[in-house]
């Protein structure tokens, strides 16, 4: 596509929820990062994937948190138990390579109550 | 403890005025140092890229300048437009990762 898609744009769960972010990266591109940024917060790493792989899930908070991206293409965020302090906005970003310029999303609010 | 840390957090300009945005890292080493724009509900999108060894870089009326030495950079926006209202955020990256700051909040108003 002509960039990154990101769906739903706005998610409201109940807590303890389960709840599927989805992101479709740019045509091409290899790399796909996902991150969470908080209300006046600066985006924070979560996960990255080169192709299927999730090079680097270092930054995921616990276990109810999981990335898959199946066929080197699109990725889904995956929270189970939702809890209060999930609500943020998640934001998917691509690149053509590792260490390229990352083009984002328009990011998932998600509001946990 | 946050490493890239920018100021002001917000700040408020009149249409065709001029601001400068700061940004301090200690982020080391580092792959290059961005400067993202984000409108309220969007994604952030790349304004300038710097590698260490760049000194200025800029793209229409956004002027970016890093000094590696004290490690700071700068953004400089000339002229402003009701536009320019958002959140600009400074991002150092090295390989894959991005350390990104708060943010700084600019609104221009007419």
């Known amino acids: 596509g002509a960039g990154v898609s990101q769906t739903p744009s706005n998610k409201v769960t109940e807590k303890g929820k389960y709840v599927e972010l989805r992101c479709d990266p740019i045509?091409?591109?290899?790399?796909l990062y996902w991150y969470r940024q908080s209300l006046g917060q600066g985006p924070e790493f979560l996960i990255y994937?080169?192709?299927?792989?999730?090079?680097?899930d270092s930054g995921l908070p616990n276990d109810r948190f999981f990335a898959v991206r199946p066929e080197g293409s699109v990725s889904t965020l995956k929270i189970q138990r939702t809890e209060r302090g999930d609500s943020a906005v998640y934001l998917c970003?691509?690149?053509?390579?590792?260490?390229?310029?990352?083009?984002f999303g328009q990011g998932t609010r998600l509001t946990v109550v | 403890k946050n490493q890239v840390e920018q100021s002001p957090q917000s700040l408020i300009i009149l249409e065709g005025k001029n601001c400068t945005l700061q940004?301090?890292?200690?982020?080391?080493?580092?792959?290059?140092l961005r400067w993202y724009k984000q409108d309220t509900g969007r994604g952030p999108v790349s304004l300038t890229i710097?590698?260490?060894?760049?000194n200025t870089k800029s793209n229409g009326r956004y002027t970016a300048t890093l000094d590696a030495d004290t490690k700071q950079s700068s953004l400089h926006i000339t002229a402003s437009q009701l536009s320019d209202s958002a959140s600009y955020i400074c991002?150092?990256?090295?390989?894959?990762?991005?350390?990104f700051g708060a943010g700084t909040t600019v609104t221009v108003r007419a």
């Open positions: 970003a691509s690149s053509l390579t590792l260490g390229a310029e990352a083009f």
């Open positions: 045509s091409g591109h290899t790399a």
């Open positions: 994937f080169q192709g299927t792989g999730a090079a680097d």
């Open positions: 940004c301090n890292y200690t982020v080391s080493p580092f792959s290059n």
């Open positions: 710097m590698t260490f060894s760049e």
């Open positions: 991002v150092v990256s090295f390989d894959y990762k991005l350390s």
